[in-house]
């Protein structure tokens, strides 16, 4: 008797979305991206010197911010 093939989950690989910073396609397999409450995607990028997409947003609404207030 010859089993029947199935359909397998297994190598299913989705895509979730793109950085709002960076254009870079996030994956389902791929780890190290976040999603705030707004439902903005980022990628963080893991080293040492370098910054993830996620900081630099951070860091940008900071200084938005600042500059509302000293109106």
């Known amino acids: 008797m010859v089993r029947k093939k199935t359909w397998?989950?297994?190598n299913l690989i989705l895509k979730c979305g793109k950085c709002t910073m960076c254009e870079r396609e996030l994956l389902s397999n791929n780890g190290g991206w976040i999603i705030n409450a707004e439902e903005k995607h980022f990628c963080e990028h893991y080293g040492i010197t370098t910054e993830?997409?996620?900081d630099k947003y951070l860091k940008q609404?900071?200084?938005?911010?600042r500059q509302?207030?000293?109106r």
Do not use: M, P, Q
């Not at 609404?61 to 911010?65: A, F, H, R």
């Open 61 to 65: 609404g900071d200084k938005d911010v």
């Open 52 to 54: 993830s997409c996620f």
């Open 68 to 70: 509302e207030i000293k």
């Open 8 to 10: 397998s989950r297994n």
